[in-house]
């Protein structure tokens, strides 16, 4: 199909009357309307040479592309060329990727398990998502995927390589994976499956201490994560010494459970704030009287996976010195998107402000520093634990020390195989111990 000049002056005109009216071009005056009506705001000088060269590269790909392209398809490409170039997370989102992100939302869908972005032209792992495929095949955050199968990623938006690693649960996919570290690309295969996110889990560490674990923030994952709270508080006799928050590895999501999980632990202050150039992006959340450990140390773990709503909390818990952040610098995903629907099924996901702590840090592109940074370090058992280092109680004949049975005993705690093999739960594990003993010497109890 040829592309008629007719067409090229059609999409001028439409563009322009989008727009506006030209400026400097007198409007005739509505009969009907009052003088007061007649004055029009001023509007920018509307970029013509741009529109121009936009009909007229319409217009060349029309008569001289290889094969014929419709003109949906290219006003399509357009838009999603357009909204591509302003950063990572803008897209336009058509019938299938509209209704696939709001399945996203409600905690169950089909596909890997991991959240991703777009860096450099390809797929960057944000975070793998817990007990899902992507995160026992061993894909790890901050991969990039280069190749879906023998599709290079090169090239792909966003939404159409998510298109190509959803599938039939069941399904394999061949992941070409670019790791930091790795000197050839690593292929990985990852089994499709239905992905059902549990965002909270939690267990006692060792008598007194807890842990809970959110890896991600869903609507309830504030109300889940008291109850969490409020069970470790009945099996820990005496009440809770401290407890660890891990976030390492969350790739964010509902904003409402970043503030209600922040709200749970601070008695007052701000928790963030947004500004963008639109009064509605510009919201502020406050915390409510009430902290659920009772002042009791709080360890929160975060690592180069911890993103958005992850960092919002960490931030917050930071900002207002209730708990020492621990691991490694977070994501630095600050900024907020919003999807605004064209239509009944498309809709636009453009990014409309930027997240900032209470101190007034903005997240974007730089993260949450942690108070203790930990390097990628595996901490391992010793080998032949059944060989301990002799003492004087181990040699014959030794003295007693006269204090006698009320002498105190030393309780050596083991840790389970998951702490062992898990250095910086590991490390907030001790560091809580310090910090109840520091509490308890300041408090006298």
């Not at 032209?121 to 998502?129: D, M, R």
């Not at 199968?149 to 039939?168: H, I």
């Not at 994560?225 to 928050?245: P, R």
């Not at 203790?372 to 007693?400: C, M, N, P, T």
Request: glycine residues 12%; aromatic residues 4%; hydrophobic residues 40%.
């Amino acid at each position: 199909m040829k592309f008629s000049r007719p067409l090229a002056v059609a999409l001028l005109l439409a563009a322009l009357l989008l727009l506006g009216p030209l400026p400097g071009v007198a409007q005739q005056p509505n009969p009907e309307t009052t003088p007061q009506a007649q004055e029009v705001p001023a509007r920018p000088d509307l970029p013509l040479r741009q529109l121009r060269l936009f009909t007229e590269v319409f217009g060349r790909i029309k008569q001289d592309y290889v094969v014929d392209v419709s003109d949906d398809e290219l006003l399509n490409y357009a838009i999603q060329g357009m909204l591509a170039g302003l950063d990572p997370h803008s897209s336009f989102l058509d019938a299938e990727s509209f209704k696939e992100i709001r399945i996203g939302t409600t905690g169950q869908f089909g596909g890997l398990g991991i959240e991703v972005g777009m860096e450099d032209g390809f797929i960057k792992v944000i975070a793998p998502i817990d007990d899902t495929p992507a995160k026992a095949a061993g894909v790890q955050a901050g991969d990039l995927i280069i190749r879906l199968d023998d599709t290079p990623v090169k090239g792909l938006s966003l939404n159409e390589a998510v298109k190509l690693m959803r599938g039939e649960p069941g399904d394999d996919i061949v992941l070409t994976i670019v790791r930091e570290g790795q000197d050839q690309p690593l292929k990985i295969t990852v089994t499709r499956a239905i992905i059902s996110v549990k965002s909270v889990r939690s267990r006692m560490l060792e008598p007194g201490y807890g842990y809970v674990r959110l890896s991600q923030f869903r609507a309830r994952t504030g109300e889940n994560m008291l109850e969490a709270v409020e069970k470790l508080k009945a099996d820990a006799e005496g009440g809770l010494k401290g407890m660890v928050l891990d976030l390492r590895n969350n790739p964010g999501g509902v904003l409402n459970g970043a503030v209600e999980v922040s709200d749970a632990f601070l008695d007052e202050g701000l928790i963030v704030y947004t500004e963008g150039r639109i009064a509605d992006s510009k919201l502020s959340f406050s915390a409510a009287t009430g902290d659920v450990l009772d002042g009791a140390p709080l360890v929160v773990l975060v690592n180069g996976g911890s993103a958005s709503a992850s960092e919002i909390v960490a931030g917050a818990l930071q900002d207002h010195k209730r708990a020492l952040i621990l691991g490694e610098a977070t994501f630095g995903k600050g900024s907020v998107q919003t999807i605004m629907p064209i239509g009944e099924e498309t809709a636009l996901k453009l990014t409309t402000a930027r997240y900032y702590t209470p101190n007034g840090r903005s997240i974007q592109a730089e993260g949450i520093v942690p108070d203790i940074a930990l390097g990628r370090v595996r901490l391992a058992a010793v080998e032949g634990q059944g060989f301990g280092r002799i003492k004087e109680a181990d040699l014959s004949r030794h003295l007693e020390n006269g204090n006698g049975s009320d002498a105190p005993k030393v309780e050596t705690a083991n840790g389970s195989a998951e702490i062992v093999d898990d250095y910086p739960l590991n490390e907030a594990l001790n560091l809580l111990k310090g910090l109840h003993l520091l509490q308890k010497d300041r408090t006298g109890g």
